[in-house]
Every structure is written in C-alpha cells, then in structure tokens.
C-alpha cells in the first residue's frame, strides 16, 4: 500500500525528527547531518564550550539490549548540547514487571521529554515505536534492522579520513552481515554515497542474496583485500545466533580474520574500521586495532558528533517549540 511505503520512508520520517533508518535517507539529508556534525566536533574536541542547542530540553534513552558505546556516546552528545538526559535500562525498570515497548514510550513521553533514543533487539521496533509517539524517536539499534546513527558515523568518518566524496571507493565490509545491523545501515549510506561495495564471509553468515542489496559477494578475503581502500571488520553476532553453519572459531579466524599477517598486503594507503566491541584475535588482531591504519577510537569520537547534530536536528523538526511550552491539540501519534 503506498500509505505504508510513505510511513516506512526513511525521508518521511526524518522530515518529522525519528531516525529509524538509512534506507533511502536523501544525500542531502546525510550531507545536512555531516556540516552539522563537522561544527559539533570541536565541542566534543574540548576546542570550543559545550553549545545550549538543547538547554531545557530532556532527552531519555531507553536501552533495552546491551550497549556501552552508543549508550554513553547519545548521553555524552546530549549532554555535550545542553540536554538533561535520563538513561533507562531493562534491568531496573518495569520492562521486567512485564510492561510492553509502547507501553513504556508512551508512558515517558507523557512525562513531557523532547526525544527518546531507543535500542531493543526486536527488529522493527523502532519503527512500531515511533508511529505511538508524536514526540522524535532515534533508533539506537533494533536487532538485525538498522542502526542508523553507526551507518551515520561510519561514513562521516570515512569521509574525514579519505578527504574527498565516496565515489567508486573500494569498501569492503568482512564477517557477520546477515546478522548486522551495522552493515545493513553501512551499506544503506555508503551506496548512496556511491561507494563501490564487497562484502565478505562464509555463506552462512554472507549469503548470495544479500546482492539484492546492491553489494558484491565475495569468499575469498585475500581475493578483495589488496583493493579495498576501507576494510571494515565485523564480530560474529553470537546473541542473534551468528556462529550457526561457521565451522570452528580457529577455521573462521584463518579465513575471514584481519590478521596481522594479512594486514601486511593492503594497500598502502587502506584504512581500517570496527564498530566494536571489537573480539580481539577473532576477527581482529590487537597489533591492527591498535595501529595506524585503524580508525576505530575516531569512529567513536566521531560517533558523539553525529548523535549531536541528530538530537539538534530531532528536537528542532519535531518539536514542541520552547522548553516546557505544550505540544498543541496533536495527541501521540498523529503527528507522524
Ligand atoms: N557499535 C555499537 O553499537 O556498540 P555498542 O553495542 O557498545 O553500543
């Protein structure tokens, strides 16, 4: 129905403040969030005082699966614009009394916050989120569907390392993609960026159909590597059942790992990139996580710039005018 096409666009949703996904988000989006990203930087740099963008207005994040990066990086971010934050884990709250997800959306936006930062491991229900709220939603991550603020980060992150637009660059992305949030939202913005993409892994874990995506499909690791400008390199999602149909631990290491061996037939000018949490001597070795080519700990400063310009630009679509003023006759939901 196009009713539903229209509710799940990206583009729609983010003209309303949610960001649930980087599936058709428009370049211009990404470029608005990147020049505003790129003046939030020398905040998080310490170069410049922390802006009052969001001074008066509440952000909560509610975590419902595990996290330390995107978790801290959203309440650095809001913190870094002036917001109070509130953070809320499953341990702790009544999620574990048996309360649902839109129960307990609802229930915080009654309480009058600007924006809910959102993880669950249910993919999907971020979206099923938004549409209860009229307040902004971000996904923070929802199971295998998306994690727009990472896909966001990753790519900015690129382009700041590479210092030109992502045109025909050679990325290759190696592990877990069937089962990664990460790499659906990676290849969502780097193919709108028009990079040229590989991905990498044993059939259980990269499967042929995932070129419906838009992507290559490669076994051979060694066969890609010396190419790529930007290896990025994923963990087996053993929570979502990622380790089914690999063989050993030691048999995947020999075929799929960044090994510091391997590392030594890039190319001399190829990066390095994880999302983390980074398993160390599985897919990665330490001597190339912590070497010059990687650029891990910058995707993470990086990744507080991004949430950042997010939060700035969430609570300024959607809204409620002032600090404190009321959001209109609109009740929840309808205004999305
Ligand atoms: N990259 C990422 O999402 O890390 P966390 O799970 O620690 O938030």
Same mark, same amino acid.
């Given at each position: 129905m196009a009713h539903d096409r229209r509710e799940s666009g990206s583009a729609h949703w983010w003209q309303r403040g949610?960001?649930? !996904? $980087?599936?058709? $988000?428009?370049t211009s989006a990404i470029h608005e969030l990147f020049d505003r990203a790129h003046a939030c930087l020398p905040v998080v740099e310490a170069e410049e005082p922390r802006r009052s963008t969001l001074a008066g207005r509440t952000i909560v994040n509610l975590f419902f699966e595990d996290s330390t990066r995107t978790r801290v990086s959203f309440a650095q971010a809001a913190s870094l614009c002036g917001a109070d934050v509130i953070t809320v884990t499953?341990? &702790? !709250?009544s999620v574990n009394k048996g309360e649902s997800t839109l129960d307990t959306v609802r229930n915080v936006e009654a309480m009058g916050v600007d924006a809910i930062v959102m993880r669950h491991a249910a993919s999907g229900a971020a979206l099923n989120a938004a549409r209860a709220l009229a307040i902004p939603l971000i996904n923070a991550g929802d199971g295998r569907h998306q994690h727009p603020t990472q896909g966001l980060l990753d790519a900015f992150t690129i382009r700041q390392a590479i210092g030109r637009p992502l045109t025909d660059l050679p990325v290759v992305i190696v592990g877990?993609?069937?089962?990664?949030r990460v790499a659906r939202s990676a290849i969502a913005i780097l193919s709108t960026l028009g990079a040229r993409l590989t991905v990498v892994g044993p059939p259980a874990l990269a499967p042929r159909s995932l070129e419906t995506l838009g992507v290559a499909v490669e076994r051979d690791f060694d066969a890609v590597l010396g190419d790529a400008r930007i290896v990025m390199m994923l963990r087996i999602q053993f929570e979502r059942m %990622? %380790?089914? %149909?690999? &063989?050993s631990l030691r048999e995947y290491r020999t075929r799929y790992a960044l090994t510091a061996a391997r590392e030594t037939r890039m190319r001399d000018d190829a990066l390095v990139m994880h999302p983390g949490p980074v398993n160390r001597g599985v897919e990665l070795d330490p001597e190339v996580a912590d070497g010059?080519? !990687?650029?891990i700990l910058r995707q993470v400063r990086n990744g507080v710039a991004i949430r950042m310009a997010v939060l700035e630009l969430a609570v300024e679509r959607g809204g409620r005018g002032s600090p404190g003023e009321p959001r209109g006759s609109e009740g929840p939901g309808r205004r999305h």
């Open positions: 949610s960001l649930l !996904s $980087l599936h058709d $988000l428009p499953a341990t &702790g !709250s877990d993609i069937l089962n990664s %990622g %380790g089914r %149909g690999i &063989g010059p080519r !990687s650029l």
